[in-house]
């Protein structure tokens, strides 16, 4: 019964590998978002979905691409990681129109280690 | 653009006391929402407090309660008899109403909670 979900919870890698993390929510939410937490906890957002369209690209290189292929689902994929993409990230998602409440919900993060 | 400010970045204090962490933002904005985020060591974030920044009333949740000064553009969180499971990363957050933005954070305060 999550209600935002991610995989995989850790994930180490090489630099100048491609890698994916997934985001699910069961929450039937419309507006889902991607955030990073450096290594100082600063939390930054990096990209807004609502109903599968970009709405935030906050200053972000074009190496993260996220992929919306239903509102349930926003996935963040990476290509040629650098050591400074080192650092968690997190999904929430929220309900944002109608009676929604603005509030959001996180998922458990992935700490993703740049070797 | 939005900013938030969160001027303690460690805070201690022993188990039963009260304890305030403060928080002040700058926006232009008239419609927009704060929130309060705790994050214990198991990096999940949880929504402590939040508030509509159309209503005067101060949001109180059990322990917890702000002190919400629109003029002043504070958000100050009060701690009422702490326990020892409130240690955790406190964050601050500010979030213009209407759309799908996400979140602006404070860069956090470490409260630790001593027996």
């Known amino acids: 019964d999550t209600a935002v979900s991610q995989t995989p919870k850790y994930l180490v890698t090489q630099m100048g590998n491609d890698k994916s993390i997934k985001c699910e929510q069961n929450l039937g939410h419309d507006t889902m978002y991607w955030y990073k937490q450096d290594s100082k906890k600063f939390l930054k957002i990096m990209f807004s979905?609502?109903?599968?369209?970009l709405i935030i690209n906050e200053t972000v290189p074009n190496r993260f691409s996220p992929k919306s292929p239903d509102k349930a689902h926003l996935n963040l994929h990476i290509n040629s990681l650098e050591l400074g993409d080192s650092a968690v990230y997190f999904c929430a998602s929220s309900q944002d129109w109608g009676a929604g409440t603005n509030e959001q919900f996180f998922g458990p993060g992935t700490r993703l280690t740049v070797l | 653009a939005q900013t938030v400010t969160q001027s303690q970045p460690e805070m201690s204090v022993q188990e039963a006391e009260t304890v305030t962490l403060s928080c002040t933002y700058d926006t232009s904005e008239n419609n927009y929402y704060l929130f309060w985020y705790k994050q214990p060591p198991s990096r999940q974030m949880i929504l402590v407090i939040r508030q509509e920044a159309y209503k005067q009333q101060n949001a109180t949740e059990n322990r917890f309660s702000v002190n919400f000064q629109k003029a002043a553009k504070s958000f100050s969180l009060k701690i009422s008899d702490s326990q020892l499971g409130d240690t955790a990363m406190y964050f601050c957050?500010?979030?213009?109403?209407?759309?799908?933005?996400?979140?602006?954070f404070g860069k956090g305060t470490h409260l630790i909670i001593q027996p």
């Open positions: 957050a500010f979030r213009r109403g209407g759309g799908a933005d996400g979140l602006t």
């Open positions: 979905y609502n109903n599968k369209e």
